[in-house]
């Protein structure tokens, strides 16, 4: 929680401006807690502050949503990989937030308790859904993680599509060892991911699960010797991810996510309806093409998505 040692061991990458569909670069300041880059439809999203065991400032709360919109809607990226530089990926939410969360001004409420724990419950709703983002977002997310990964850490990746991890990662559901239940993801969805009862051990204890056991538990996909291997790998899949149809991957993602919490019969109908609207016969056609040609598919990008109704 903010107090794991980091270092700057890893090579540092270079910030670069999002870029929308057409090529061009997206306006805004510089975060304070990713360097976010877009190339060969790959979006590179890395958590840089290294010093501080990539713990979850404030700041960090606001930007991964953002960020996380913009480059769904407004790039022609396919895949995120979020990962991160310094010996450990995150160490979960910084001491000095838990310092933000005060009780309402005097007089605010006629002193009645119940309005101080509605503002706490806002405050949490508004912080899942920094990680929910990752599950709306209609790209695939990929996690590659070195050293720590507790606390919102697990909570954050618990909500990627693929989990990939080094031989020195360990991920620990650290909130019941400081008097708390996790409350932003992790209870929710690891169990989908996992048997239940290693969640529950886990939530209970507050223990380390290393890379090893990670694996053979399910909960990532494969384990390297170190960073760099990682992140070599993972990016090979990203690229393999990236080929395909944006619309295919799009489909398989909401149709995976949407049997997850729905019956069979409910997802099989979900599928049937997504398909009879979004399948798309010009995607199928270029990708027969290129099996005969013996060459890659060439797939029109997503399309920027609209803000809605008075954007």
């Not at 990662?169 to 989908?192: C, H, W, Y």
């Not at 886990?202 to 291997?229: I, K």
Request: charged share 25%; proline share 4%; glycine share 10%.
């Amino acid at each position: 929680m903010g107090t794991i040692e980091a270092d700057s061991s890893f090579t540092r990458l270079t910030c670069a401006d999002l870029r929308d569909g057409r090529g061009e670069p997206m306006t805004g300041s510089d975060y304070t807690c990713f360097d976010v880059e877009v190339r060969d439809h790959i979006a590179s999203l890395v958590m840089k502050r290294p010093e501080k065991a990539n713990s979850m400032i404030l700041e960090f709360w606001r930007e991964l949503p953002q960020i996380t919109d913009e480059i769904s809607t407004g790039t022609d990226a396919r895949v995120v990989v979020l990962s991160a530089i310094g010996r450990h990926f995150c160490s979960g939410m910084d001491l000095a937030v838990f310092g933000g969360f005060e009780e309402p001004a005097s007089g605010v409420g006629g002193g009645h308790s119940s309005r101080a724990r509605a503002q706490f419950r806002n405050t949490a709703l508004r912080a899942q859904q920094t990680f929910n983002a990752f599950e709306q977002s209609r790209l695939p997310v990929i996690a590659a993680v070195q050293g720590a990964c507790v606390g919102g850490g697990v909570d954050m990746v618990s909500a990627c599509d693929l989990r990939y991890a080094t031989q020195d990662a360990f991920f620990s559901i650290q909130e019941i060892n400081i008097g708390m239940t996790a409350d932003v993801g992790t209870l929710q969805r690891m169990p989908k991911l996992v048997p239940e009862g290693v969640v529950r051990e886990l939530a209970y204890t507050g223990r380390r699960m290393g890379a090893q056991e990670a694996l053979d538990r399910g909960f990532v996909n494969a384990v390297y010797d170190d960073h760099a291997a990682m992140m070599e790998a993972v990016d090979d899949i990203a690229a393999q991810i990236a080929a395909k149809s944006p619309m295919a991957i799009w489909g398989t993602k909401q149709s995976m996510n949407y049997s997850r919490d729905h019956s069979v019969a409910d997802g099989l109908e979900y599928i049937a309806t997504w398909n009879a609207a979004m399948f798309d016969t010009d995607d199928m056609g270029e990708a027969f093409r290129a099996q005969m040609d013996r060459r890659e598919p060439d797939f029109p990008d997503h399309r920027p998505l609209g803000k809605g109704f008075g954007a």
